[in-house]
């Protein structure tokens, strides 16, 4: 009798989402490749359309615009911080070095001819403009330049934003001649190159390629290519920083933010606008006259106005206000009856608005500045929002605010305007000597005396400190503010004591009036 095999017996995900038997998966088919085939390769529709939604849909507006103003603001600012006990450093000697750090890198940082290559930012307005671009397009560039320094301008360091339709693989190199296939191939060293970014071997990014003009620019002109290469050989500093947020491994090119719900967006701009025009349409008054006469002398589409029609063609007839038309013999108008606007309208455009802000991490009151709820569920709609600002700024830092900082203290330190001693010796001291915290734009407060009094009792209980409760507050320095409390404090006794004060002062309310 022959060995009874058995028969292998489908389990696991093969019978739930990897199903291909199921009637509901059947036409489910969901092809994934490599990144740079879904990516790279639609990444150029993707930045358009992002770019056009940002443009002309209010909803994907809001998004973006949102994202910048709580990301950035009015600017993240530099507040130093170094780690004085691997520096051997007093508590006196570290705050006196951060002001006088703080205070020079503003004279670099405040103006925008001193630090943008174009002249038309300063470093909070690069931030702006950054974030812009990067949620719009996917990503962005900053590449570093210098320029002699001047009597008035004494660092060379210069940004030059870069935007991402300028990174792009040059034609010399690609594999073939479709537009999408963004793969090439250095001919001169065999690193491969992925929509612009070169990489070696082992995948490591190793140089930018940067066209001198956009695709499809008008007057056309023949594009040439620079290769930035990602870090100085001598200095071992970024020539160049890249500012994105990657999706999946082997990722180097970023996605527009919308990317997820550019349909959604588009039908509900789509949508909105047909309810504008229909509403627009009913609220025309217009009269339809069928005559057998001659119309020869008869004005037509007028009312006693001096504006011109649109047409003169007799077979096209206009609406309007107040607007009289002709017709001609066994002519005539039908209309519907339309119930406009919907019913279900802001219902319907309010559903859409939530799926959009959940893809894109905004809660719909925040996405719609519209706080008709609770004190509590407007709150946690600001803390959920915050949760993802924070860690976007928390990007924005690491690719671009920390690098620039720590490119201009090298030349800083370099030019004896900053003494930092070891900062080229050792890596450990110069990291401690380059630490650093950027603050930003903090959370609203619904109900400030709430929150103030949440905060002070966690104070009091060590669940927090005092200059952490600050830089919440976007207070400043905690320090600092009470040196300040102290002198004003004392201005005002002093100017107490030379004030001749009445002595007939009038006793405190009573409890129960303070409180009401």
């Not at 990174?167 to 929509?195: A, F, Q, W």
């Not at 930035?228 to 527009?256: C, S, W």
């Not at 928390?394 to 800083?412: F, H, S, T």
Request: charged share 25%; hydrophobic share 35%.
């Amino acid at each position: 009798m022959g060995e009874h095999r058995a028969v292998p017996q489908t389990s696991g995900y093969s019978e739930a989402g990897a199903s291909l038997i199921r009637r509901a998966l059947k036409g489910f088919t969901a092809p994934s490749y490599s990144p740079y085939q879904d990516i790279d390769w639609n990444n150029r529709t993707l930045r358009q359309r992002g770019r056009m939604l940002y443009m002309a849909a209010p909803v994907a507006t809001s998004a973006i615009n949102t994202n910048r103003s709580k990301i950035v603001g009015t600017g993240l600012t530099l507040n130093v911080g170094v780690d004085r006990e691997k520096l051997h450093m007093t508590a006196e000697s570290a705050t006196e070095w951060q002001r006088n750090v703080e205070h020079e890198f503003r004279i670099w940082a405040g103006k925008k001819d001193n630090c943008d290559a174009t002249g038309v930012n300063n470093f909070e307005g690069i931030q702006q403009l950054s974030v812009l671009s990067w949620l719009t397009s996917g990503d962005t560039f900053a590449l570093i330049q210098r320029v002699p320094a001047t009597s008035t301008q004494p660092y060379t360091l210069r940004l030059h934003l870069i935007e991402a339709d300028r990174v792009s693989t040059p034609t010399s190199y690609g594999m073939n001649t479709h537009y999408r296939n963004t793969e090439g191939k250095n001919n001169e060293n065999g690193n491969d190159i992925h929509d612009g970014v070169e990489v070696d071997k082992n995948g490591r990014i190793v140089a930018y390629h940067i066209c001198d003009s956009y695709p499809g620019q008008i007057p056309g002109q023949l594009a040439k290519w620079t290769r930035v290469e990602a870090y100085g050989k001598n200095t071992g500093l970024p020539n160049i920083l890249h500012i994105m947020n990657a999706e999946r491994p082997d990722q180097y090119r970023g996605v527009t933010y919308l990317a997820q719900v550019i349909e959604p967006l588009l039908n509900l701009n789509r949508y909105t606008q047909s309810e504008m025009m229909s509403a627009l349409v009913q609220s025309f008054f217009s009269a339809w006259i069928t005559t057998e006469t001659d119309k020869t002398g008869i004005p037509f589409n007028e009312v006693g106005g001096a504006d011109e029609e649109v047409s003169v063609n007799p077979n096209e007839h206009e609406m309007g206000p107040g607007t009289i038309n002709h017709l001609s013999p066994g002519e005539g108008v039908t209309f519907g009856s339309p119930n406009i606007p919907t019913t279900g309208f802001e219902s319907f455009t309010k559903t859409v608005c939530r799926m959009v802000g959940a893809a894109l991490e905004i809660p719909v009151d925040v996405l719609m500045k519209e706080f008709n709820a609770s004190y509590s569920a407007s709150r946690a709609a600001l803390m959920e929002a915050w949760e993802a600002f924070r860690m976007r700024r928390k990007w924005l830092v690491d690719d671009l605010c920390q690098p620039v900082y720590e490119i201009w203290l090298a030349e800083a330190v370099a030019l004896g305007r900053i003494k930092a001693p070891g900062f080229f010796r050792d890596p450990r001291i110069r990291a401690a000597w380059c630490g650093a915290h950027w603050i930003g734009p903090v959370q609203g407060h619904l109900d400030p005396v709430k929150e103030v009094k949440a905060d002070t009792m966690a104070v009091s209980q060590g669940f927090k400190t005092r200059e952490e409760v600050t830089r919440e507050y976007g207070a400043g320095d905690w320090w600092d503010n009470v040196a300040k409390v102290k002198r004003e404090n004392e201005a005002l006794d002093d100017a107490a004591g030379n004030k001749t004060v009445d002595p007939e002062v009038p006793p405190d309310e009573p409890e129960e009036e303070q409180e009401e």
